[in-house]
């Protein structure tokens, strides 16, 4: 059984839920304004109604999204679910004659529910002359025998759950600032692989129980500060100070530490990424830079972060969030907390310690954060992403080897055949920002919040059947636009269309599968004929075809079958780069009029063989018809 891709997917599911209560947040804010000075003290209350509407519907809003969610948005999945909570709670009411619910908890369990039999319901056939409740049409029928079951279970067990769910509730809630200390840990600990939206689900949702004057009650720390529990806030007041301050604050110290000729894309990339976790509270691409590279920094992060929960308990801070703990929330719910203003002198206590911890740490054990070495910068890449996806695609072992993709905030969540068929190095190439393995062929990668765009352009890619070529790095160095190739032949694409490399060692390897068709006698330069009929050229440096001695060693002959990544040629490096007039060597197609469009890496150092540097996407044939849109 594949539970960990259960899991991350049952923790994408429960943020879709979540979408709605910002919007709860601002209509709570705005309902709490003066309105009485201009006589409309009435639609101010209906503001306020309607933010509490909401609250009020959350467990049924988490019933249906976590439906779709598990159900990649299938609409009867979500009708299944909403029926099934209906049906579950007006028939606990009827059986235990109380109030008893499990709140958002019973909304989870019935979306699992819904999400269940359509998966197993979606693909039956009845006989033809009752097709029509056939497939997913029976789902509704299934889910209302099978939440009739579940409600008479739960008539049986409810009252022992209820007492159980007190005592757990009770027992979290007695543990004080430790039991925020110890929260604070796991929820940053968790946060690489994902789960740490299950785990907030439970102490949001769950923990804790609050009365509201008109007798309905509230469960979890967030229902309860936004229905004005003054206890509530506890498991969500000291994210503010490691969220606005502590994460942009190492995003400073990053760009303090990148190297004088990297830094101004280094600032450009950091500064973003301080100002999306300051404003929203979304902190992946921050924490990715230095997770990889030096994982006993983030378990230091993770410490400090509990801390911060636990200075917030002693100093009865209560502050709550709609979306997460970035400025928007602390602004928009600052009426509602208690002692909220003391995050700001916490915030910034913590932003200095973690500026100079981390600037201290990057010198002291040379931690290859971005901008301390070639390559290893994110990029700001946004206009760039249906250009790059499909080299995303290859880098991911290709159309074949997705299994499931989806998409949360920050990262790509994929089930694929084959994770060893990744390649890592493209990936970061490509402006990953790093790339975790769960086992079972489950991985996770950190675009930043590009990754739902590159979700549906990748969507995009594998819905079309089109002819796609991908090349290979063929040598280590450095990849410029064809544009730059100092020789107005290339540079101006009369050969052909491509890119080019400027070599760090003397070796030429096929950037793709094909036949070698030619060889030029000086062996400088050679031919490689793809199976799907592109012409493509390697030539090594600039007016190398009368270079002094042999410089120059083939490896492989006219006639000859290659792979991406074999070697062909074997030449003098320093010979070349003395006596040639570059070292720039074109990779470029001699018949670009087959090809309908490309696809080009970050122009950037890059390796040997390494993947997904350039893509092209064939025109139809005549025989196909039609054409790829």
């Not at 049952?10 to 804010?29: D, E, N």
């Not at 009739?148 to 009252?159: A, F, K, R, T």
């Not at 190439?429 to 790093?434: I, Q, V």
């Not at 001695?549 to 006219?558: D, L, M, P, S, T």
Request: glycine share 12%; charged share 15%.
């Amino acid at each position: 059984m594949n539970w960990m891709g259960n899991l991350q997917q049952l923790g994408r599911s429960l943020m879709l839920p979540t979408i709605a209560l910002p919007i709860a947040a601002v209509l709570l804010c705005l309902g709490d304004l003066p309105w009485d000075v201009i006589h409309a003290s009435s639609f101010g209350d209906m503001l306020s109604l309607a933010g509490n509407t909401i609250f009020d519907y959350i467990p049924i809003i988490f019933a249906v999204g976590v439906a779709l969610g598990l159900t990649e948005s299938a609409g009867i999945a979500g009708l299944s679910a909403m029926l099934g909570y209906f049906m579950f709670t007006r028939l606990i009411e009827h059986g235990l004659g109380t109030q008893f619910q499990l709140g958002v908890s019973g909304g989870i369990l019935i979306g699992l529910l819904a999400a269940i039999i359509y998966h197993r319901c979606k693909e039956i056939k009845l006989p033809e002359y009752i097709q029509f409740f056939g497939g997913p049409r029976m789902v509704p029928l299934v889910m209302g025998l099978a939440t009739l079951i579940v409600s008479y279970i739960m008539i049986g067990i409810g009252p022992y759950l209820e007492t159980l769910m007190g005592k757990i509730s009770s027992g979290l809630l007695g543990l004080g600032g430790f039991g925020a200390f110890i929260y604070g840990i796991a929820h940053r600990l968790l946060v690489p692989s994902g789960l740490h939206h299950i785990l907030n689900n439970f102490f949001w949702f769950q923990v804790g129980a609050y009365e509201t004057p008109s007798g309905q009650y509230a469960y979890g720390d967030l229902p309860r500060f936004f229905a004005g529990d003054p206890t509530a806030g506890m498991y969500m007041a000291g994210l503010y100070p490691i969220m606005m301050f502590a994460l942009p604050a190492i995003a400073f110290a990053i760009i303090g530490e990148a190297r004088e000729d990297l830094k101004p894309k280094i600032k450009a990339t950091f500064l973003t990424a301080a100002l999306a976790s300051f404003l929203t509270g979304v902190t992946e691409p921050i924490e990715f830079a230095f997770l990889f590279v030096a994982p006993y920094l983030f378990v230091i992060h993770a410490i400090l972060s509990g801390v911060a929960m636990w200075i917030a308990y002693e100093l009865n801070i209560h502050h709550g969030f709609s979306y997460s703990a970035g400025a928007i929330d602390y602004i928009i719910n600052l009426h509602l907390s208690t002692n909220g203003l003391l995050l700001i002198p916490i915030g910034l206590v913590y932003g200095l310690l973690y500026y100079f911890l981390f600037r201290w740490a990057i010198q002291k054990f040379r931690i290859p954060t971005p901008g301390r070495e070639e390559g290893s910068s994110l990029e700001e890449w946004a206009g760039d992403i249906p250009y790059r996806s499909p080299l995303i695609l290859q880098a991911l072992g290709g159309k074949d080897n997705i299994k499931k993709i989806e998409a949360c905030i920050t990262r790509l969540r994929l089930t694929l055949v084959n994770d060893r068929l990744m390649d890592i190095t493209a990936l970061r190439h490509l402006g990953a920002a790093g790339v975790i393995r769960l086992g079972g062929g489950n991985v996770q990668v950190v675009f930043g919040t590009f990754s739902e765009l590159i979700r549906e352009e990748i969507m995009k890619v594998l819905r079309k059947d089109i002819h796609v070529v991908l090349f290979t790095s063929p040598m280590q160095g450095r990849m410029i636009p064809i544009e730059e190739v100092p020789d107005r032949i290339f540079a101006s694409r009369l050969v052909g269309n491509g890119v080019a490399f400027i070599p760090e060692k003397g070796e030429l390897v096929s950037p793709v599968a094909g036949t070698i068709m030619h060889i030029y006698p000086t062996m400088h330069a050679l031919g490689i004929l793809t199976e799907e009929g592109l012409e493509v050229l390697l030539h090594i440096g600039i007016d190398t075809s009368s270079l002094p001695g042999k410089c120059f060693n083939a490896v492989v002959k006219e006639g000859d079958r290659v792979e991406a990544g074999q070697l062909l040629v074997k030449f003098n490096y320093n010979k070349v780069k003395k006596f040639a007039s570059s070292l720039a060597t074109p990779m470029i197609i001699t018949n670009p009029d087959i090809v309908k469009s490309w696809s080009f890496a970050p122009f950037k150092p890059v390796k040997k063989g390494q993947g997904s540097v350039m893509s092209v996407v064939l025109k139809p044939t005549k025989s196909e018809g039609g054409t790829n849109g």
